[in-house]
């Protein structure tokens, strides 16, 4: 009996021993996290009463460097680039009929009014500020509506210097318009193609013009080109499956003849006065 009485006595020292020491650590943690929350509370008034009681005159604080990238400061803070918003959508005009004759003249004229020619690179309508292809294909890459601006998609393969071929329309600089001159010359350009030929009705009509330098057809015919020159169904990406080019413009003509044949190489040994037996 006394070793069932002592066994009864040492387990019940064990567990309370084992509650103490539950207990003590509970209350502990309690405490310091009650410590943390008041210390974060006094951090947060310090720092908001400092940001408040400022002085007018002082200058701002210095923004560490490396949190600089992401934070919006100075007067255009509260300015928001979207961009990718404006872009084309090529299902816009899903179903549209073909335009008439009449839009389409209007728009070969609008579209004249920045060339020299047919064919010829338009010039730049805005005053060119960085001269960088970046620049311009931050517009002109994909191309976008902004209202009623529109800045048309490149037509050809990505080049590093746009300005070479497309010059600023207007040149305002002092040395530009002391030395504007008319220049003479007799060139006469090209002049804007009709409309495609077609094999017959209800078929697809031919490229009018040459797809060198406009591979991308999307530039004038997708939802974003003229009313005259907009296709209905903008969003197939493979146009030539359907719309040949013309022959008269990236085919060789009918009319030219053939190249002369070549000669025939006589051997060397009739060149060397040897002829061979």
């Given at each position: 009996m006394s070793d069932r009485s002592e066994n009864n006595s040492m387990l019940g020292k064990r567990l309370g021993h084992m509650a103490l020491a539950v207990t003590i650590g509970i209350s502990v943690t309690g405490f310091l996290l009650g410590v943390r929350d008041r210390q974060d509370d006094k951090r947060a008034s310090i720092d908001s009463t400092a940001a408040v009681e400022r002085p007018a005159h002082l200058p701002p604080e210095v923004l560490d460097y490396l949190k600089m990238n992401g934070v919006r400061r100075g007067p255009n803070a509260a300015w928001q680039q979207s961009l990718p918003s404006h872009q084309d959508d090529p299902t816009r005009f899903y179903g549209d009929k073909s335009a008439t004759d009449q839009q389409r003249a209007t728009a070969v004229a609008v579209r004249s009014e920045r060339r020299a020619f047919s064919g010829a690179p338009p010039v730049v309508p805005h005053a060119i500020d960085?001269?960088?292809a970046q620049a311009c294909m931050a517009c002109h890459g994909?191309?976008?509506q902004v209202g009623q601006v529109i800045a048309p998609k490149m037509s050809h393969h990505y080049l590093a210097n746009c300005?070479?071929?497309h010059v600023e329309g207007t040149q305002n600089a002092p040395?530009?318009?002391a030395?504007?001159?008319t220049p003479e010359s007799h060139f006469v350009g090209m002049t804007e193609p009709g409309r495609g030929e077609r094999i017959g009705p209800g078929a697809p009509p031919t490229i009018p013009h040459a797809v060198w330098m406009r591979s991308d057809c999307a530039t004038c015919h997708g939802?974003?080109?003229k009313e005259g020159l907009r296709t209905s169904h903008p969003w197939r990406v493979n146009c030539t499956q359907c719309h040949a080019p013309s022959r008269g413009f990236d085919w060789s003509p009918l009319d030219v003849p053939p190249p002369p044949p070549k000669e025939e190489h006589k051997p060397l040994d009739t060149l060397a006065g040897n002829p061979s037996t």
């Amino acid at each position: 009996m006394s070793d069932r009485s002592e066994n009864n006595s040492m387990l019940g020292k064990r567990l309370g021993h084992m509650a103490l020491a539950v207990t003590i650590g509970i209350s502990v943690t309690g405490f310091l996290l009650g410590v943390r929350d008041r210390q974060d509370d006094k951090r947060a008034s310090i720092d908001s009463t400092a940001a408040v009681e400022r002085p007018a005159h002082l200058p701002p604080e210095v923004l560490d460097y490396l949190k600089m990238n992401g934070v919006r400061r100075g007067p255009n803070a509260a300015w928001q680039q979207s961009l990718p918003s404006h872009q084309d959508d090529p299902t816009r005009f899903y179903g549209d009929k073909s335009a008439t004759d009449q839009q389409r003249a209007t728009a070969v004229a609008v579209r004249s009014e920045r060339r020299a020619f047919s064919g010829a690179p338009p010039v730049v309508p805005h005053a060119i500020d960085e001269r960088n292809a970046q620049a311009c294909m931050a517009c002109h890459g994909e191309g976008f509506q902004v209202g009623q601006v529109i800045a048309p998609k490149m037509s050809h393969h990505y080049l590093a210097n746009c300005i070479q071929c497309h010059v600023e329309g207007t040149q305002n600089a002092p040395w530009a318009l002391a030395s504007a001159k008319t220049p003479e010359s007799h060139f006469v350009g090209m002049t804007e193609p009709g409309r495609g030929e077609r094999i017959g009705p209800g078929a697809p009509p031919t490229i009018p013009h040459a797809v060198w330098m406009r591979s991308d057809c999307a530039t004038c015919h997708g939802s974003l080109g003229k009313e005259g020159l907009r296709t209905s169904h903008p969003w197939r990406v493979n146009c030539t499956q359907c719309h040949a080019p013309s022959r008269g413009f990236d085919w060789s003509p009918l009319d030219v003849p053939p190249p002369p044949p070549k000669e025939e190489h006589k051997p060397l040994d009739t060149l060397a006065g040897n002829p061979s037996t």
